[in-house]
């Protein structure tokens, strides 16, 4: 079956330091993955897509297919990083069905 | 600029009322879905709908039923609501498959629902 894996639910860390948020996906197909984050009283948004290869506030994924894996990583995070982060699984090409992750909170300490 | 609008941002029932909640997206999207939002448990898909009148069920779709009578609107619908069914119910639309922006979901700001 198709899941998403967020092991952690809460990662705190202080202004400056790395950041790493993991994710593990279970798809036997072509995966597309993607992370989503909510900042405080917003709507949820898309971060970014693997897809894309692209850097978005700072943050970076990398889809590891031997590891099933797409973390999401920053070197400096900011206070302003602190919202909670959903990595998300496409699994049905033609609905865009999305399966989520029980999603991880970041606290960035000043 | 709102994109995906949800009607209701917070509300009280009843345990055995009928409830609806509605979404309404301006961007001419085919693909429209309900999530449920709670605390460790992530986002889980209710149903899903590609076109008019048509619907997919997700994966909690019991006790819940939708409808979407025209493009732009795809309505939830809890027929009995019951106190597990208190929640943050979230919409979101993209766009049609094959289009530059497909798998990327525009979501509402949310429904705070609460079943007493």
């Known amino acids: 079956a198709q899941r998403v894996t967020q092991p952690e639910k809460l990662l705190s860390v202080f202004k400056g330091a790395p950041v790493e948020l993991k994710c593990n996906y279970s798809?036997?197909?072509?995966?597309?993955l993607f992370w989503y984050v909510q900042y405080s009283r917003q709507r949820l948004q898309l971060l970014l897509r693997?897809?894309s290869r692209e850097s978005i506030k700072g943050f970076t994924a990398d889809l590891n297919k031997g590891e099933t894996s797409f973390h999401l990583k920053k070197p400096f995070a900011q206070e302003e990083d602190s919202a909670m982060y959903y990595c998300?699984?496409?699994?049905?090409?033609?609905?865009?069905?999305?399966?989520f992750g029980t999603g991880t909170r970041l606290q960035v300490f000043p | 600029d709102v994109k995906v609008t949800q009607s209701s941002r917070y509300l009280v029932k009843r345990t055995g009322e009928k409830v609806f909640l509605e979404c309404v997206q301006d961007?001419?999207?085919?693909?429209m879905f309900w999530y449920r939002q709670d605390p460790g448990l992530g986002l889980r898909l209710i149903y899903f709908?590609?076109?008019?009148?048509?619907?997919e069920k997700g994966d909690i779709p019991e006790g819940y039923s939708v409808s979407r009578e025209k493009k732009e609107r795809f309505s939830l619908i809890l027929e009995s609501a019951s106190t597990n069914q208190t929640s943050m119910y979230l919409c979101?639309?993209?766009?049609?498959?094959?289009?530059?922006?497909?798998?990327?979901?525009?979501f509402g700001a949310g429904s705070r629902l609460t079943v007493l």
């Open positions: 979101a639309s993209s766009l049609d498959p094959g289009s530059s922006g497909a798998n990327v979901l525009t």
């Open positions: 798809y036997s197909g072509s995966p597309e």
């Open positions: 693997h897809i």
């Open positions: 998300a699984l496409s699994v049905t090409y033609n609905t865009d069905k999305l399966i």
């Open positions: 961007m001419d999207h085919e693909n």
């Open positions: 709908s590609y076109d008019v009148k048509m619907k």
